[in-house]
């Protein structure tokens, strides 16, 4: 094996361990809030901040990311937040109570934040365009299907152990990750010369901030206390669009949507994440609440998901290689869509075989569905854009996730509540909620089907990197 080949490997395990144990954690604690919620004595409201804190801290620290990478680094920055991952999970494993968890939680956000944006930066640094969809497709496995596997590992360790172990199982691979960042990670150029664009930080970060607190309270969408952040953080992103288009320097080069295929890459990321992060949220409630399964049960539905994506992931990257990205990603969707479909019709005495296999499918529709599209339009942008790009990506698939997801979450309520006034059973109100929920995504993901069919199918179709840099 060649001395480049051997540094590009190096990097994508070093970048591989970061993320996964970053992505894992998230997932992995959802099913620790009711033993919070017992050990501190605290309702549903306050604990479901360690949820919400995470999502809000990453989602205000990733417009920071491209330009906070070009004048300090890339290497240094991502090293940063993984030092901050590490000891946030300390200071979570040692909490005596909700606020340290909080604190805890904040900072590995913040941690994130950094850390997730700059994944695929750095391993396109170390790998040249013709080889980068097959090892995104390995990176795909730490991002994507670490929330899938989370809520099994969550569900096993909450079995055996307390809330604690979700903290302390980040250390071993944190430790590892830092040990080998700081060997074999390599820095890149930085652009001292570049301004820090304050009234859009301000604007960005604010107008994030607003719109995920308030997403992260669906039950609280109708009151004032809600709909009030929602409404100012909404108007703070439109200025700050307006705004960041006539800003020489801007925080975040929104021109990267100029480039067709960049702007076609996040339209279907986006839609693929709501449809990830939505049955997060729906297939618990419908395992525990219809089906009946008890927590482990419902965390281990998800690993069919994880399996089949991880398997599938590295298969996509390697069509994406040949530019068969069109021929791929459609069918990640339509596999996607199916799978929802069956989720909707099932019954409330649904065989956990089935259940399985319609999870299974999920993984496909992830592993050639979502992350090769990334790629693709990554792969259509010069190399000193990436880090902007991506984060512009990862932003763009928070904010369609959790308005999503809160859409999703909201529907549930209402619509269980109206059939229940109707004189419907709360478990048939419920089933017939997320049975219109699921149908909805499918929806979602067959309407970005023919932004898909505008992908390359051939290696002449593609723009090549430098002539899309001149273009923005």
């Known amino acids: 094996m060649r001395s480049r080949d051997v540094v590009a490997y190096r990097t994508l395990v070093t970048v591989l361990l970061g993320t996964f144990t970053v992505s894992?954690?998230?997932?992995?604690?959802?099913?620790?809030?009711?033993e919070l919620m017992l050990v501190f004595e605290a309702g549903a409201a306050s604990v479901g901040w360690v949820m919400t804190l995470f999502l809000v801290a990453m989602?205000?620290?990733?417009?920071?990311t491209g330009f906070l990478a070009g004048r300090f680094g890339t290497r240094r920055l991502y090293?940063?937040?993984?030092?901050?991952?590490?000891?946030?999970?300390?200071?979570?494993?040692?909490?005596?109570?909700?606020?340290?968890?909080?604190?805890?939680?904040?900072?590995q956000g913040i941690a994130a934040g950094l850390m997730i944006p700059l994944s695929l930066p750095l391993i396109f640094a170390a790998w040249p365009v013709e080889r980068r969809g097959r090892v995104t497709g390995l990176w795909g496995f730490a991002v994507m299907i670490a929330p899938a596997l989370g809520p099994s590992a969550g569900g096993l360790l909450l079995e055996v152990s307390t809330w604690r172990a979700l903290f302390l199982m980040n250390l071993p691979v944190a430790i590892l990750a830092l040990a080998s960042g700081h060997r074999y990670l390599e820095e890149r150029p930085r652009d001292h010369e570049r301004s820090f664009d304050l009234p859009g930080f301000l604007m960005v970060t604010l107008g994030v901030?607003?719109?995920l607190v308030a997403l992260a309270m669906p039950s609280d969408l109708l009151t004032f206390r809600s709909w009030a952040p929602l409404a100012v953080g909404l108007l703070l992103l439109v200025v700050f669009v307006r705004f960041e288009w006539r800003t020489p320097q801007p925080l975040?080069?929104?021109?990267?949507?100029?480039v067709r295929l960049y702007r076609v890459s996040v339209l279907i990321a986006c839609a693929q994440a709501v449809a990830t992060f939505g049955c997060l949220l729906l297939i618990p409630l419908w395992m525990q609440r219809v089906?009946?399964?008890?927590?482990?049960?419902?965390?281990?539905?998800?690993?069919?998901?994880?399996?089949?994506?991880?398997?599938?992931?590295?298969?996509?990257?390697?069509?994406?290689?040949?530019?068969?990205?069109?021929?791929?990603?459609?069918f990640g969707l339509l596999v996607t869509a199916c799978a929802l479909v069956g989720l909707a019709v099932l019954g409330a005495e649904a065989p956990l075989w089935l259940i399985g296999l319609l999870m299974a499918s999920r993984g496909i529709g992830l592993g050639f569905g979502y992350l090769p599209?990334?790629?693709?339009?990554?792969?259509?942008?010069?190399?000193?854009?990436?880090?902007?790009?991506?984060?512009?990506?990862?932003?763009?698939?928070?904010?369609?996730?959790?308005?999503?997801?809160?859409?999703?979450?909201?529907?549930?309520d209402l619509r269980t509540s109206q059939l229940v006034a109707q004189g419907?059973?709360?478990?048939?109100?419920?089933?017939?909620?997320?049975?219109e929920a699921f149908l909805a995504l499918a929806v979602l993901v067959l309407l970005a089907t023919p932004l898909a069919l505008s992908l390359p199918s051939h290696r002449c179709e593609e723009t090549p990197a430098h002539d899309s840099h001149r273009a923005t």
Request: some cysteine; overall charge positive.
């Open 24 to 34: 894992l954690n998230n997932s992995a604690l959802n099913l620790a809030i009711p």
């Open 252 to 258: 975040l080069e929104l021109r990267l949507f100029t």
């Open 79 to 107: 090293l940063l937040g993984l030092w901050l991952f590490l000891l946030a999970s300390l200071l979570g494993a040692l909490s005596t109570g909700l606020v340290w968890v909080l604190l805890a939680r904040g900072l």
């Open 424 to 435: 419907a059973a709360s478990e048939a109100a419920a089933l017939a909620a997320l049975s």
């Open 59 to 64: 989602g205000m620290t990733m417009p920071l």
């Open 209 to 211: 901030g607003g719109v």
């Open 291 to 330: 089906q009946g399964y008890d927590a482990l049960t419902t965390g281990m539905i998800f690993l069919p998901t994880a399996l089949v994506a991880a398997a599938c992931s590295p298969l996509a990257g390697r069509l994406i290689d040949k530019r068969s990205s069109r021929q791929a990603v459609c």
């Open 373 to 412: 599209v990334t790629t693709v339009g990554l792969n259509a942008l010069h190399d000193d854009r990436v880090a902007q790009a991506s984060a512009l990506n990862n932003l763009g698939r928070r904010l369609a996730s959790a308005l999503g997801v809160a859409a999703l979450a909201l529907h549930h």
